[in-house]
């Protein structure tokens, strides 16, 4: 993360809440990134304490961890997919931000809820609820393991194996000066569309996943990628993955995958 990626990140957040006339309070640490904050409306930023403990920062207390759960876990299935295709896995930067996208869409406000509350922002904590399907995981990962000859590694272990990398530069003398001067202004906004029929034809999984990533190829060629396009996408991805599993038993994994 750096300052320009957040700041740009926030001026954005900051234009959505507007829009929906909201006014948000939003707890940040004293990493790097978070160092000069532009002008905000309708946001309201606050410190955690300087040397804060984990403890006290919610994404610490199980935000990260769910997200990063989800996401392994399309990896592996990419993985697996790739296996029975007999072609070698590639995951270039675009297809991560589309599943990136789509395993934050998976984290639940539930989960979300519960991380803040373990940080002292509530005092009462309901049980914690499990995103993921965790008999599924364990199949899935038990065949990872078998092509990979992984008997030692655990599915919690690919998860956590980054744990420790570093996100964002440290705080230099210069930069923590920089940081207590006063800051400057914001600014503006953008958008377009298009059609098709219906063909009654016999479609198969494979078809509706081919689709889909001709519908993002097209918002992102004409530049329409907004949250709410974003997430009406991979809503369409978790709806395709629940009709295979679900869906005839002549549903193979391939169907499931191509073209991901």
């Not at 507007?18 to 004293?30: A, V």
């Not at 309708?42 to 304490?49: A, T, V």
């Not at 974003?230 to 038993?249: F, R, Y």
């Amino acid at each position: 993360m750096t300052s320009d990626a957040f700041c740009n990140w926030l001026k954005n957040l900051d234009k959505e809440m507007k829009k929906k006339n909201k006014k948000i309070l939003m707890f940040i640490d004293n990493c790097t990134a978070h160092g000069e904050i532009p002008n905000l409306k309708n946001i309201k930023i606050k410190y955690l304490p300087p040397n804060t403990t984990s403890k006290l920062q919610p994404l610490d207390q199980g935000i990260i961890q769910s997200f990063k759960m989800h996401y392994r876990k399309e990896v592996v299935r990419r993985f697996l997919a790739d296996v029975e295709r007999q072609t070698p896995t590639t995951i270039d930067v675009l297809q991560a931000m589309w599943m990136i996208a789509k395993a934050w869409n998976l984290v639940t406000e539930k989960t979300i809820a519960n991380c803040f509350k373990k940080s002292g922002f509530k005092v009462t904590c309901e049980d914690e609820e499990d995103d993921l399907p965790l008999a599924e995981l364990a199949r899935t990962w038990q065949r990872v393991q078998e092509e990979l000859h992984l008997q030692d590694t655990d599915f919690e272990d690919f998860v956590t194996f980054d744990n420790d990398l570093a996100i964002c530069g440290e705080l230099t003398d210069a930069d923590i000066v920089t940081s207590v001067l006063p800051v400057t202004n914001a600014e503006a906004d953008e958008d377009e569309e298009e059609e098709g029929e219906i063909d009654e034809h016999n479609f198969t999984i494979k078809d509706a996943y081919n689709a889909l990533n001709t519908i993002k190829s097209v918002f992102l060629k004409k530049g329409g990628l907004s949250d709410d396009v974003v997430k009406s996408i991979t809503k369409l991805d978790c709806a395709l993955d629940v009709i295979t599993h679900t869906g005839s038993k002549q549903t193979t994994i391939n169907d499931f995958f191509s073209n991901q």
